[in-house]
């Protein structure tokens, strides 16, 4: 009550004679001195910029300055509650989208969600129709990344079916909203709503070989569910497709009868012009939700594909692998990373599936369960970059000696220890990654990822012991030194060995340092001196080096220091 009659109070003062002063007659410099400060709280601006076209230009930017948004065009994160308040940051750009003061998000939008109470997941829900009314009055969408926190999934302990299909069609309704707008990059994080309501199951007598059809039971609920509009001969195909396949299916828990699938929009299939889309959320491949992403793989011109923190079924995930590479078979560009509990035949088959593959990237803490079948490893015929573990760039490269025709780009990721790192400084009677390079005699832009693990100091110093009579090691134009672990007490000092280790790769170009630990943080100096010191000290022509994503520039001594304490040490 109080904020309403303040803004009768304004609209009363603007409407009184000349004779006394209202606020529109006061300049734009006193009335920011008058409201910009702490004292005035954000949902009075908030409520002043409704009452005309000035003091919205005037009060919106301060509103959303307040809540860290300057452009919201270029970049704008949002932290949305279910019940919208006075002021907050996502009612402030609805007015202002109203106004016209903000027609498109040319930039990064990012959403995150509120955590579910208990097990109502309506809080979720209206939260996401807020987004999708705002998102709505956009023209266009340039990168959206949207967040659910929480692993409450809201349907184990009994819900009624009304709330997943309100869910599904509000969810639904939000994600073809953004890919109408033109929407070229999706991010989807975390949650695990509804995640239950479906349970996997595969086996010789289950799937699409089985004589029942999925529909054959449930077809006058599944009309009933999708829409009022009947579902015809294609639709249903299509839905049978995501939900059932070769020895495996999707279908709903003991109890539940009906079939509810989270659609992509028909403009959203027209009009789609995503490029990238990157999923960081299991609830994308379990149903209801799967049946969107599937459909907006193949709708959309997709380029770049990520997959990333996913922990599913082992079981389930050729099925994955099956609906994703059957939508998008022209894919280029492939990043994973921390992926759970995948058996390496289907990680293999899956990547065979895409021969315009361009671009792969398979982050080391992909978890792969153990199999020694692993049959042969494709060619990649197209493939130029390619970032992966040692060990599985050893298997590649042993597979296919005569392969990857188009490789130019190749980072391999090592630990330090029981990696077979020490084949680059000597030669090894066993086939090595070194002597594969060097049986194919192409020019290659080579680099390492090297984690040093929790003894860097004493691996290097061995690797000195005996002189390098390894050639290959000029090759490498790029290494990035990783810390993981914390040292062992005794190990030794790494700023006294690294710079000599470093001058063995006399090719390098780029040098990275990453991490902290008890060791690095307790020596004196930054991480900054330090890792400059050792590059300088290495004698290498860099210009510049990378510490925990800061570059720094450096001047180049015009005589290497020399290597004085590295022996002393040892000795020690």
Known sequence: MKYSQLAKTASF????????????????????????????????????????????????????????????????????????????????????????????????????????????????????????????RMLTLGNVELVFRGDRCCCCSGFPEEVLKEWSECIGDLLSCILEKSCSELTVRGGRLMAHAYAFRCGKRVGSTSSPTLFSGSLRELLRWVGPTPVGKGKKEEMNRVLRGKNWEFCRVKGAKTIVLTELSPAAREKSALRALTIMSTMFFIPPILHWTVAALQH????????????????????????????????????????????????????????????????????????????????????????????????????????????????????????????????????????????????????????????????????????????????????????????????????????????????????????HNKAIDGAEGTLIEKVVAVVKKSGLSISSVEVNGVEVELEVDAEPQAFSTLEKQAED
């Open 13 to 136: 003062q603007m409407a009184q004679s000349s004779s006394s002063t209202g606020l529109l007659h006061l300049p734009n410099e006193l009335l920011c001195q008058i409201f910009d400060n702490s004292d005035t709280p954000t949902s009075l601006l908030y409520i002043l910029a409704q009452v005309c076209r000035r003091l919205h230009h005037l009060f919106i930017p301060i509103c959303l300055n307040r809540h860290s948004i300057n452009d919201p065009t270029a970049y704008t994160k949002l932290t949305i509650n279910g019940v919208p308040t006075y002021g907050d940051a996502l009612s402030t750009l609805e007015v202002a989208s109203i106004a016209g003061h903000v027609t498109r998000i040319d930039g990064k939008l990012i959403c995150k969600f509120p955590v579910p109470s208990g097990e109502d997941i309506r809080v979720v829900t209206q939260s996401v129709r807020r987004l999708h009314k705002f998102v709505g």
């Open 300 to 515: 959309s011109a997709i380029e770049s594909l990520t997959l990333s923190n996913l922990s599913i079924n082992k079981r389930c995930w050729l099925a994955i692998f099956k609906l994703i590479a059957d939508a998008i078979p022209h894919l280029a560009e492939l990043n994973l990373s921390r992926l759970k509990r995948i058996k390496p035949v289907d990680l293999i088959w899956f990547l065979a599936r895409f021969p315009q593959l361009s671009s792969l990237s398979l982050g080391r803490d992909v978890e792969m369960l153990d199999d020694y079948e692993l049959g042969s490893f494709p060619d990649f015929p197209a493939l130029i970059s390619l970032y992966a573990p040692s060990h599985w760039v050893f298997k590649l490269l042993s597979s296919q000696r005569m392969g990857l025709a188009c490789l130019e780009n190749l980072f391999i990721s090592y630990n330090l220890k029981n990696e077979g790192f020490s084949h680059w400084f000597r030669h090894s009677k066993s086939a090595s990654i070194p002597s594969l390079l060097g049986e194919q005699c192409r020019p290659l832009t080579l680099s390492l990822e090297v984690l040093l693990g929790d003894s860097p100091g004493w691996k290097m110093f061995d690797d000195l012991s005996a002189p390098p009579n390894q050639p290959n090691l000029d090759t490498i134009s790029s290494l990035a030194l990783i810390v993981d672990q914390e040292f062992r007490q005794g190990d030794m000092d790494l700023w006294g060995v690294l710079p000599r280790w470093l001058s063995l790769f006399s090719g390098l170009k780029d040098v990275s340092f990453k991490g």
